[in-house]
């Protein structure tokens, strides 16, 4: 088979990667008044680059800055959009790993004017990551607009700025198609909207707590697959999308289970992006049997590499897996990662730097011997 030439690639990733400990010092000096922002945007540009040259040596065709400059993979994006900040209440989500749960505290966030877009977010963060990329194609995450609404729901949607929930979700898809059209005039040709609410919404759990702030437990995934639909149908020629769907990463535990099947159909038929990054690690994620909904055109991704736990994964049993996932769809229309980023908050999974790199290098050798 012939070489990706477009994304998503082969071989790829999701995106976040460790923070090395000189970085994590720099954020807390800063924190502390110790050094300038100067100072420690020259300690994260360092690091990136180094990044950098670390993916493109072992082979991969996209590289990402590893969110160094961000703390969590979707509230640095969010509190930067016009009209949403941190409220005074905090959120508790319980994550789950095999010695037991892991509590994850973050302020939730309010929707307490109308929503816009006064600054490209990210867009110094995308034109440095550009400027260090010499043979990968340079890739941003950020998160999906559904992000902004699932974890508060109407609840946290002021109702003197917006008594109906359509003028939120219009002001929010108009910020977001802004957001899509300036980082295609930085030359981004490679975006991942990072969705975690349509992997959630598998879980009849989470759907009962989508019920109990007032959503629609039945259809909330088409809601939003109509909206991130409607956020990207201005997108510049050129650029590929894809979204990544997991079910919870925070120190290496999770917050959600359940297969693909109860929005497998709508989602791959109806999501206008290029290609889908499944969460496939372990049993958690459920068989291969959704992907029979994907349709010709559409590309899948197998996060079969996990990022949550330090052994590595055997070529022989990650082979095995994207032939059995191929009698679903086509080889041509899959590609391997891990599952999900290494570090999709500023506290990394539990794995080191050396499992990291292997990790990914085995998805490189692994890929390469599937698809030539």
């Known amino acids: 088979m012939s070489k990706r030439t477009t994304p998503p690639f082969r071989a790829d990733h999701v995106g976040s990667l460790l923070r090395p400990p000189e970085l994590l010092q720099a954020r807390e000096d800063f924190a502390q008044n110790r050094i300038s922002s100067a100072e ?14 670390m993916q493109e040596e072992i082979g991969l065709q996209s590289a990402t800055d590893g969110e160094f400059r961000r703390t969590s993979w979707h509230m640095d994006f969010i509190y930067q959009l016009d009209g949403v900040d941190p409220a005074d209440e905090q959120i508790k989500v319980a994550f789950h790993n095999e010695q037991g749960d892991v509590e994850f505290t973050t302020a939730a966030l309010s929707v307490h004017d109308r929503i816009g877009l006064s600054k490209t977010i990210f867009g110094d963060a995308f034109e440095a990551l550009r400027s260090m990329t010499t043979t990968a194609t340079p890739k941003l995450t950020i998160p999906s607009p559904s992000m902004v609404h699932y974890r508060g729901g109407q609840a946290a949607i ?36 990072d969705d975690t609410s349509l992997a959630y919404l598998n879980d009849p759990k989470q759907r009962e707590y989508i019920a109990s702030i007032g959503g629609d437990r039945e259809h909330q995934h088409e809601v939003y697959i109509r909206h991130i639909n409607e956020a990207l149908a201005d997108r510049p020629e050129g650029m590929s999308v894809t979204t990544h769907m997991c079910r919870g990463n925070f120190r290496s535990s999770w917050a959600a289970e359940g297969g693909y099947e109860y929005v497998a159909e709508a989602l791959f038929n109806e999501l206008g992006v290029d290609g889908f990054f499944l969460e496939y690690d372990d049993a958690r994620s459920g068989g291969f049997e959704p992907l029979r909904f994907v349709p010709k055109g559409k590309l899948v991704v197998l996060g079969l590499v996990t990022t949550k736990r330090a052994e590595l994964e055997a070529k022989d ?17 899959l590609c391997l990662s891990p599952q999900c980023g290494f570090s999709s908050t500023v506290e990394g999974n539990l794995v080191t730097h050396d499992d990291q790199v292997a990790k990914l290098q085995l998805v490189v050798e692994t890929a390469e011997e599937i698809w030539g």
């Open 40 to 53: 420690l945007r020259a300690t994260e540009d360092d690091a990136i680059r180094d990044a950098v040259r």
């Open 158 to 193: 002021e109702p003197s700025v917006y008594p109906d929930v359509e003028d939120f979700w219009h002001d929010l898809v108009a910020a977001y198609r802004e957001e899509v059209r300036r980082l295609g005039e930085l030359g981004c040709t490679y975006l991942q909207f």
């Open 317 to 333: 049993a990650l082979k095995r897996r994207v032939e059995e996932a191929s009698t679903y769809v086509a080889l041509d229309q």
